[in-house]
């Protein structure tokens, strides 16, 4: 099997193409109702989780597992699905898979354990693996010019963080009405949405944009059991503490089963994953960018959301509002992600919004001592980066893989962002565990553990920035060649618009 190595240009539409984001506006709201159920449904379970502590009688660590099930199937089995929609077709894996979401959600009806309810969990983590990189391939195959693919993404991705925004208020009035149950009953009217926008709107694949090279099972196992214990190992850290043998095997059995991996997929034949497809400029690059992202988001959530409530002591309610410039920011920076790229182009737009992020890290390490006003100004700048990385790095990394990788490769950005979004925490908490003495959740600290925490942050803070600002870095190394093209296409681009 050959891959060519792609050229990032801007492409010429095919004669079935939409012309425009309202040509395609059934198929769009379909995608969307996709990336919607991804984005709301952990934020609008976690407000129900005392409730269904309570009423199900479960452990601590029961319901963590009710998340924790969800985000560590879908995790590691995007690859998997990925490489299968590619040789299978990505619209059909799709809507297997709506199809699949919607019964497990109707499922929940019928929960009376715990238990019960954390395997629905794992299969709706399946179901989400089998939808949500389709989602991202189809948007990037359904356009043949990248302004395009640009809209559709920002589109998607806008609605998904508007469910993102409003699902722990819409989950706390529906709990004031309602059971618990409601809100992932709520999954099967947008599974039916998603369904019948894209059954509608897009075509079924092409036998020519498929490729019929037989499965790798062994890659596909080891990969799984990677990211899975990728996944795994973090929360272990966090919640085992480093003392305890059990992250310390995870985080050991994750790295074993990595170099395996690799190995595997050197040798076999017909590899799940062409390591010759990472090593492109475009692609290597994109991934880096969203780890970059990834692990920048999910630590200094979990920063800013400790310091607002235990050493500032702000009610939960008041800290949600301390979060509102990275709502605010990711919501509405959609309407500036286009003209930003269309002036700067999409590989400098990538590694520009990339380094957004890593200052955003930097001036939280070096100020938040100061006040909220650095805290703020950090949320919004990292979620300003966040915005535009996340569409162009993605689109960057679809653009420089073969017609017939397309869906593998947006698996690939949503695996890299979920490892890094569990490296970022276990970063974070691990160096708070190590330097803070007693509960960190009790009520009254001394001084001198006020002093420990503030030390932890800050620390915690200046290790992302420099581990982002490396992955970055590299990225931005990986990207020059494509950047050269990249710089003198936007140019050519203004000198004809301008005639």
Sequence with gaps: MSIQKSEHKEEIPSAGSPRSLREAWVALAGLSAVFLFEMLDNSILNVALPTIGRELHASTTSLQWVTSAYAVVFGGLMLAFGAVADRFGRRRIMLIGLALLGLASLATVFVTTSDELILIRAVMGIAAAMTTPGSMALAFRLFGEDSLRVRALTLISTVGLVGLAVGPTVGGFVLAIAPWQVLLLANVPIALLAIIGIRIGIAADKAADLHRDPIDVVGALLGTVTIVLALVAP?????????????????????????????????????????????????????????AAGLATAGLGYLVTLQLQLQWGWPPALAAIGMLPQVVVLVAGGAFVNPFVQRVGLVRAAWISAVTVVVGLAVYALLNSFGYVWVAISLALVAAGLRVVGVVAATNVLSGLPANRTTIGAALTDTATEVANGIGIAVTGTILAALFAGSIATSHWSAHQTAQFQQGITLAGIVLTVLAGALVGWGFLRARPAASSDRAATIETRQSSES
Excluded: H, M, Q
Aim: no cysteine.
């Design 235 to 291: 929360t272990l850290f966090v919640n085992e503490g480093t003392s305890s043998w059990a992250p310390w095997t995870a985080a050991t059995a994750a790295v074993l089963t990595a170099i395996l991996f690799v190995v595997r997929e050197r040798s076999a034949r017909y590899p799940l994953l062409d390591l010759k497809l990472i090593a492109l400029p475009l692609v290597s690059s994109g991934l880096a960018f969203k780890a």
